[in-house]
Structure formats: structure tokens, C-alpha cells
């Protein structure tokens, strides 16, 4: 293993530090290289450089492995659930019985969304995007919790714990009164007895004299859900919690601008778009032939969605849990879904063809997780919402790790400068 690396300019070197993880993941330290070199480095989309040092999540790529606080997301997949796995996330360790208890008794206590916040729904046309309303109606929790969004460090850690429980909580609550709110219907509160995934579902889907009861297999198969969707290293959207927070925002400003990182279809919308996908296929009766070679001439617009990622250069170990608990739910449910016939057919088919292997492009989180919420009922508008309220801990515990961090800096990149080089101002009367 190097321990050190060097630059060389001309005819002067430069030594770099070198950085190694506790999993042996390797960085050249180049915090000091433009003030030594007067170079910076160029890396767009950042996908070789390391903004961090996190103890949260482990990713590796190439092997399809993915840990949250060391534990292997297969195995908190079959032996954990959301709850337990959001505190492992974001205090570091799995919860004994009474910080479990006063865990979920705090998440109990904070569900409800106060008349005044309501109003706030109000304001928006019955059709709005939910993930709109969401990062709106989330960001809103600064100002009715401003003791709890100082936007200061110190006073918002010392706080941490009841600001973390109402964001996890309320952001449930929240989506579950979109969902209400867009179709004309009566809020239902949530009931201080009913666990977090039969409470998002009893506030999603219950009538004011009929109690909706969720059967287990659907609780169950959401509570995956969001378990597998907890955290992700430096994604998209969690980049950007960090960033924001990183201006000493406070938390729920910083997970507003992660909701709205998470509503683009390249990240946390395509979980729609896969959906959209295959049921344009299933309506032209195609077999997917056309959407694969379509997806093949590399634009942007005609992707197949749920295939590739950034990072997982193998199969995204999520989208193997997620696709087994599809056949599990639609069988247990007695239900039939052809949407997942065309998706098994529709990788089947890109995982033969070289264009998908040679660019490493395997199916991600998204490519079931469609599937199995249409199957727990839940409509396509409400998918990215769902993966928000799943990822709601990671990006709470990514905020701590920011706001917890003496030797933080503010994130800010710099930059290549392409544009004119200097020229003077033109009078308008010369402008011709
Ligand atoms: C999530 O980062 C995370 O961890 C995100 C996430 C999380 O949990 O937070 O895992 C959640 O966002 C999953 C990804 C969901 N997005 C999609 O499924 C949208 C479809 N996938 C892509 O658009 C794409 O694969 C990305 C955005 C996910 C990754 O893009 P990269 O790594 O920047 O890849 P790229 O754009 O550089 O593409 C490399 C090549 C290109 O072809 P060439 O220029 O080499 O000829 O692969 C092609 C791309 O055209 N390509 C695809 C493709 N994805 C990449 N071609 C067809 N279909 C695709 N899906």
C-alpha cells in the first residue's frame, strides 16, 4: 500500500499524503495542492473525489457491498427493521431494549403536524408535485420548531435528538397528508399506539369512520423498504444535506434541500420512471426489444431506468433484496403484477447484452422498488416520497456528522473558468 504519492510539474515534485480508510479504500490528500501548486483538481460530478470522512456507510462498488455502520445490509434486511436501523445509522450502534423504547416513544410523541402547519397544504394546487410539497412543508419545520433550528451548531446539537425524532417522524406524516391532501381527503392523525410503517399507512389509507388495518405482509414489506433505503453514502442528496448543513443551516433546512436533490429522475425519481417505463412496454405489448435499443443509443432522455449507478459497478445488493420481496408480497398478497414479468425479462435481456455489461450497467435500488409499492397499493406519485422518508436517517446522520465536526469547512468547490476573458463595458448606444 503507498504510503505517500507525489506530483510532478515540470521539473519541481510535489509530495501528497495519502489517506487510507478502515476498509482500505485509498486518497491522495490534495487539500493543500493549490496552495503549494497553484493547481486545483478537475473531477465533474465528483465521482473521484472524496468530499469526507464518514463513519456511517460503507459502499463498495465493484463488489456490490453495502454496510451501514459496518453491518451488512443483508443482514439488517432479514434481522433488523427501519426503526432500529435509522438509530444504528445516526447514534452508531444497534439500540439496547430501553434506548429502543425511548427511541420509539419520541418518534410516537412527535407524529403529529400542528393545525397551523396545515395551513401550509392550503397553499398548494391539488396537483402539485408531492416531492414539491414535501421539501416545502419540511422546510416550514424551521419555523415552527425555531428552538430546534437555531442555525447553530452548538444550540442545534444540543438538541440533536428531538430535532432527529420529529424529522423522522413528521416527514412520514407529512407525505402520508400529501397523499390525503391531493385527493380531497379528510387528514387521518396519526395513533400514538401503532408502529411507524402501520402508522404511515394508517394515515395514508384509513377513512375517518374506517380504520384502515395494514396487513403484516404489507407493513412488512414497506418497513424493507425504507430499511433498504436508509442511507448511501455520498449520493446525490445526501451531498447536498452535507453541503447545506455545512453553512451551519440547521437540520430541517438541510434535509429540505436533500428532498429536493431526491425528486430528479436520475436520483430519487426514477423509481417512477422505471414504472412508467415498463407499463409503456406492457401497453405497446412490446417485449422490451425496443426500450433496450433505444436505451442503447445513449441519450440521456431514453435510459433504462433502474439500470446503472455511479457507484455499484455490480449488482446494487438492494435491488436483489427489493426483487425478492416482490415475488414474496405478490404471492403472499395473492396478487399478479405484469409490470414484474416484464422487468425480470427486461434484465434478463440487458444482462446478455454488451452494451449494458461493458458499461457495467446493472439494476439498482429502482429497478423492483416500483413494483412493490404499486403492489402495497401505493400510487406512482408517491414513490420518490416514500424513498425520502427512507432516507430521511441517513441524511439526518450525515447533517450530525457535519454540524459534530470541530475541523469542518464550509463545502466550496471550485471551479475551471471557460468563459470570456476580460473586456470592457459597451455603451448601450454602441451595441449596435
Ligand atoms: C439512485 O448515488 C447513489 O447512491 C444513488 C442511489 C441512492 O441510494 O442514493 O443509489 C439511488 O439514484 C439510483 C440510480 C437511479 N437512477 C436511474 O436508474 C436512472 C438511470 N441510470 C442512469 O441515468 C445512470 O446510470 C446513473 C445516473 C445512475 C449513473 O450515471 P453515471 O455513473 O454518471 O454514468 P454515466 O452517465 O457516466 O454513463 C456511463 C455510460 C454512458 O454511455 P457512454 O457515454 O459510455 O457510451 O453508461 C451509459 C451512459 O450513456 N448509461 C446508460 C444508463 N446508465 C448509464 N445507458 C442506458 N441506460 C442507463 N440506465
Request: aromatic fraction near 10%; charged fraction near 20%.
Amino acid at each position: 500500500m503507498p504510503q505517500s504519492a507525489s506530483l510532478k510539474l515540470d521539473d519541481k515534485e510535489y509530495p501528497l499524503p495519502v489517506l487510507v480508510g478502515t476498509e482500505g479504500e485509498k486518497a491522495i490528500d490534495t487539500r493543500k495542492l493549490r496552495a503549494d501548486t497553484g493547481f486545483i483538481c478537475y473531477d465533474q460530478g465528483y465521482g473521484n473525489t472524496g468530499s469526507c470522512e464518514s463513519a456511517i456507510t460503507f459502499l463498495d462498488g465493484d463488489n456490490g457491498i453495502l454496510r451501514h455502520r459496518g453491518i451488512p445490509i443483508e443482514q439488517l434486511a432479514t434481522f433488523s427493521d427501519f426503526v432500529e436501523t435509522a438509530y444504528l445509522v445516526i447514534y452508531g450502534e444497534l439500540p439496547n431494549k430501553s434506548k429502543r423504547k425511548a427511541f420509539g416513544m419520541l418518534l410516537r410523541q412527535n407524529a403529529a403536524i400542528e393545525t397551523q402547519m396545515q395551513r401550509i397544504f392550503e397553499g398548494f394546487p391539488k396537483d402539485a408535485p408531492p416531492m414539491a410539497m414535501l421539501s416545502s412543508i419540511v422546510a416550514s419545520l424551521a419555523a415552527h420548531y425555531p428552538s430546534l433550528a437555531t442555525n447553530n451548531f452548538e444550540k442545534d446539537l444540543a438538541n440533536f435528538d428531538l430535532a432527529a425524532a420529529m424529522a423522522i417522524s413528521k416527514v412520514r406524516t407529512i407525505g402520508a397528508m400529501i397523499y390525503r391532501y391531493q385527493r380531497g381527503l379528510p387528514y387521518i392523525f396519526p395513533k400514538q399506539d401503532l408502529p411507524f410503517c402501520d402508522n404511515f399507512l394508517h394515515m395514508m389509507l384509513s377513512e375517518p369512520y374506517q380504520e384502515f388495518i395494514a396487513e403484516p405482509e404489507v407493513a412488512r414489506a414497506l418497513n424493507l423498504l425504507f430499511l433498504l433505503h436508509t442511507d448511501h453514502e455520498q449520493n446525490c442528496s445526501t451531498s447536498t444535506v452535507r453541503t447545506v448543513g455545512s453553512s451551519a443551516a440547521n437540520l430541517f433546512t438541510s434535509l429540505s434541500a436533500g428532498i429536493c436533490a431526491l425528486s430528479g429522475p436520475l436520483h430519487g425519481g426514477a423509481n417512477v420512471s422505471v414504472v412508467q417505463m415498463l407499463q409503456a412496454i406492457h401497453d405497446e405489448g412490446d417485449d422490451g426489444t425496443r426500450f433496450i435499443a433505444a436505451a442503447k443509443n445513449g441519450s440521456k432522455s431514453n435510459r433504462l431506468m433502474g439500470f446503472g449507478h455511479a457507484v455499484y459497478k455490480n449488482f446494487d445488493p438492494r435491488a436483489r433484496i427489493i426483487g425478492k420481496a416482490c415475488e414474496e408480497v405478490l404471492n403472499k398478497l395473492g396478487k399478479e403484477d405484469p409490470l414484474l414479468t416484464i422487468a425480470k425479462k427486461l434484465e434478463e435481456a440487458a444482462l446478455k447484452d454488451d452494451y449494458f455489461l461493458s458499461r457495467k450497467l446493472y439494476p439498482n435500488v429502482d429497478f423492483y422498488s416500483g413494483i412493490i409499492m404499486r403492489a402495497l397499493g401505493i400510487p406512482n406519485s408517491m414513490f420518490t416520497v416514500i424513498f425520502a422518508i427512507g432516507r430521511t436517517p441517513g441524511w439526518i446522520a450525515n447533517w450530525r456528522e457535519v454540524a459534530s465536526n470541530p475541523k469542518g469547512r464550509i463545502y466550496r468547490p471550485r471551479q475551471i473558468y471557460i468563459g470570456p476573458v476580460k473586456r470592457d463595458y459597451v455603451p448601450m448606444a454602441q451595441r449596435g
